[in-house]
């Protein structure tokens, strides 16, 4: 474990936390003046490999070259000039800072970060680090990567769970729940929406299904996989035969066949590193997802259609009826699927260019 510091003094700035991957939802802005909760679990923290926040490039003032250097091989509104690396902990965990009043700059309910640090050491004043928890932004806290420095503690992390051990473990991310909003005067100050970790985590597998599509029809597992993905995939690729198809593989899950093309495969919560396909399947295109959301496709819960009545059945603990279904087709979040496509050297194909290049309009059309 560790703890985080103030690279100015030393005075400490969280409690002890473990390490763990970075949600693929950490930059997600969700609907509008909707309220979404703490983005990390108390006790983890994440690190963001590449830059982000203020200061920001248009990008027609970078240069081409530079940006293919960054992985970057598509137009971006703008990119992030700020140092890489910044820390992402629940706000629950922080400690010793104080918030800077000339810096709480908000978009609309809360601080959005748009000003660079909002909080300091309290110890000797240094920015340290940014609050979000503006609507439709995930509430978190965000050290500076230039600004704090990373202590072991005592109590070393152990080693990361085995797949077994996570399977086991079965933490799922449920497909729909409630999503609050604000001041509802009349009727419930919620609504039943497809989860935003779901519209977060479809939206960069979606960017790598059309990157392994190459050009062709994309089939994928019967069930809540169809519901999710085939309808963008059958209006942004070709109709026609031959399709290449995607299976669902992982821990606990038959070996594919050697007919899989691609194979959708769960990320390790802790480390970030994808499920590796063993067998027939290794030269299939790898497409991740996160291990709550793959979870839930590989081994779906089953759900009672009514309440059942009488004694309960053997292995079932609870009789409620299912969770209620949104009222509208499952879109993945745009946002996630540019940032992904554009990251991926395939996206240089022009068929394949054309399609971050008009998302607007795919926007429109209810696709995202």
Same mark, same amino acid.
């Given at each position: 474990?560790?703890v985080?510091?103030?690279?100015?003094?030393?005075?400490?700035?969280t409690?002890?936390?473990?390490?763990?991957a =970075?949600?693929?939802?950490?930059?997600?802005?969700?609907?509008?003046?909707?309220?979404?909760? $703490?983005?990390?679990?108390?006790?983890?923290?994440?690190?963001?490999?590449?830059?982000?926040?203020?200061?920001?490039?248009?990008?027609?003032?970078?240069?081409?070259?530079?940006? *293919?250097?960054?992985?970057?091989?598509?137009?971006?509104?703008?990119?992030?000039?700020?140092?890489?690396g910044?820390?992402?902990?629940?706000?629950? @965990?922080?400690?010793?800072?104080?918030?800077?009043?000339?810096?709480?700059?908000?978009?609309c309910?809360?601080?959005?970060?748009? @000003?660079g640090?909002?909080?300091?050491?309290?110890?000797?004043? &240094?920015?340290?680090?940014?609050?979000?928890?503006?609507?439709? =932004?995930?509430?978190a806290?965000?050290?500076?990567?230039?600004? $704090?420095?990373?202590?072991?503690?005592?109590?070393? @992390?152990?080693?990361? !769970?085995?797949?077994?051990?996570?399977?086991?473990?079965?933490?799922?991310?449920?497909?729909?729940?409630?999503?609050?909003?604000?001041?509802?005067?009349?009727?419930?100050?919620?609504?039943?929406?497809?989860?935003?970790?779901?519209?977060?985590?479809?939206?960069?597998?979606?960017?790598? !299904?059309l990157?392994?599509?190459?050009?062709?029809?994309?089939?994928?597992?019967?069930?809540?996989?169809?519901? *999710?993905f085939?309808?963008?995939?059958?209006?942004? =690729?070709?109709?026609?035969?031959?399709?290449?198809?995607?299976? %669902?593989?992982?821990?606990?899950?038959?070996?594919?066949?050697?007919?899989?093309?691609?194979?959708?495969?769960?990320?390790?919560?802790?480390?970030?590193?994808?499920?590796?396909? $063993?067998?027939?399947?290794?030269?299939?295109?790898? $497409?991740?997802?996160?291990?709550?959301?793959?979870?839930?496709?590989?081994?779906?819960?089953?759900?009672?259609?009514?309440?059942?009545?009488?004694? %309960?059945?053997?292995?079932?603990?609870?009789?409620?009826?299912?969770?209620?279904?949104?009222?509208?087709?499952?879109r993945? @979040?745009?946002?996630?699927?540019?940032?992904? &496509? *554009?990251?991926?050297?395939?996206?240089?194909?022009?068929?394949?260019?054309?399609?971050?290049?008009? =998302?607007?309009?795919? %926007?429109?059309?209810?696709?995202?």
């Amino acid at each position: 474990m560790f703890v985080f510091v103030c690279a100015g003094c030393g005075a400490s700035l969280t409690t002890p936390v473990s390490q763990v991957a =970075l949600p693929a939802h950490a930059h997600q802005k969700y609907g509008n003046g909707l309220q979404l909760p $703490v983005l990390m679990e108390s006790g983890t923290f994440a690190e963001d490999p590449e830059p982000w926040g203020p200061p920001w490039q248009r990008w027609e003032e970078i240069d081409p070259d530079e940006a *293919v250097a960054r992985g970057i091989y598509a137009p971006v509104y703008a990119l992030s000039d700020g140092a890489p690396g910044s820390i992402v902990i629940a706000p629950g @965990d922080a400690c010793g800072t104080v918030l800077i009043p000339e810096r709480a700059g908000g978009y609309c309910c809360g601080l959005d970060g748009a @000003d660079g640090p909002n909080m300091a050491c309290e110890a000797c004043g &240094l920015p340290v680090a940014s609050r979000i928890d503006d609507c439709s =932004l995930w509430q978190a806290v965000w050290l500076a990567p230039n600004a $704090v420095r990373r202590l072991p503690v005592d109590g070393a @992390d152990s080693a990361p !769970l085995s797949w077994a051990e996570l399977l086991a473990e079965g933490k799922c991310t449920p497909p729909f729940e409630p999503i609050a909003t604000w001041g509802a005067r009349l009727g419930p100050n919620h609504f039943w929406s497809w989860s935003p970790q779901w519209e977060a985590a479809a939206g960069r597998a979606l960017a790598h !299904l059309l990157a392994a599509s190459e050009g062709q029809p994309v089939t994928v597992p019967e069930g809540l996989s169809k519901e *999710v993905f085939q309808r963008a995939l059958d209006a942004l =690729l070709p109709a026609g035969p031959p399709a290449r198809r995607a299976v %669902m593989a992982g821990p606990g899950r038959p070996t594919a066949g050697t007919d899989a093309d691609i194979v959708i495969v769960p990320t390790h919560p802790q480390t970030g590193e994808p499920w590796t396909a $063993v067998g027939p399947t290794t030269t299939a295109y790898p $497409v991740p997802l996160p291990f709550g959301v793959w979870l839930w496709l590989a081994f779906p819960k089953p759900h009672l259609p009514v309440p059942a009545s009488g004694g %309960m059945p053997a292995g079932v603990l609870r009789d409620d009826p299912p969770a209620p279904r949104p009222r509208f087709s499952f879109r993945a @979040d745009p946002g996630a699927f540019q940032h992904t &496509l *554009v990251r991926l050297p395939a996206v240089r194909s022009p068929w394949l260019r054309e399609i971050p290049e008009n =998302l607007t309009q795919h %926007m429109r059309a209810g696709l995202f």
